[in-house]
């Protein structure tokens, strides 16, 4: 979970590559939302909509990242 957290702090920061190289090797419906939510912050949102698929979730119409990483956050503690 703490490499979670650490691929939350650079979501914060909008660091979506750093993010990336930590998530793509979580494979928890969490890891899978964050996933989705870097494919967001990148501009692909084809390939967000499968990794928050895998998470469980929905990608909603005009994602709001910001919401999206706080929300995240709050559910890694």
Same mark, same amino acid.
């Given at each position: 979970?703490?490499?979670?957290k650490d691929a939350v702090a650079f979501l914060e920061q909008g660091e $979506?590559?750093?993010?990336?190289?930590?998530?793509?090797? /979580? +494979?928890?419906?969490?890891?899978?939302?964050?996933h989705g939510i870097v494919h967001v912050m990148e501009g692909d949102l084809?390939?967000?909509?499968? $990794?928050?698929?895998?998470?469980?979730?929905?990608?909603? /119409? +005009?994602?709001?990242?910001?919401?999206?990483?706080?929300?995240?956050?709050?559910?890694?503690?």
């Open positions: 979970m703490a490499a979670l $979506w590559e750093a993010a990336h190289a930590i998530v793509q090797k /979580d +494979g928890s419906a969490l890891g899978s939302w964050a084809r390939n967000a909509g499968y $990794w928050y698929r895998r998470a469980g979730r929905e990608l909603p /119409d +005009g994602v709001d990242t910001d919401a999206e990483v706080a929300a995240l956050k709050a559910e890694v503690g």
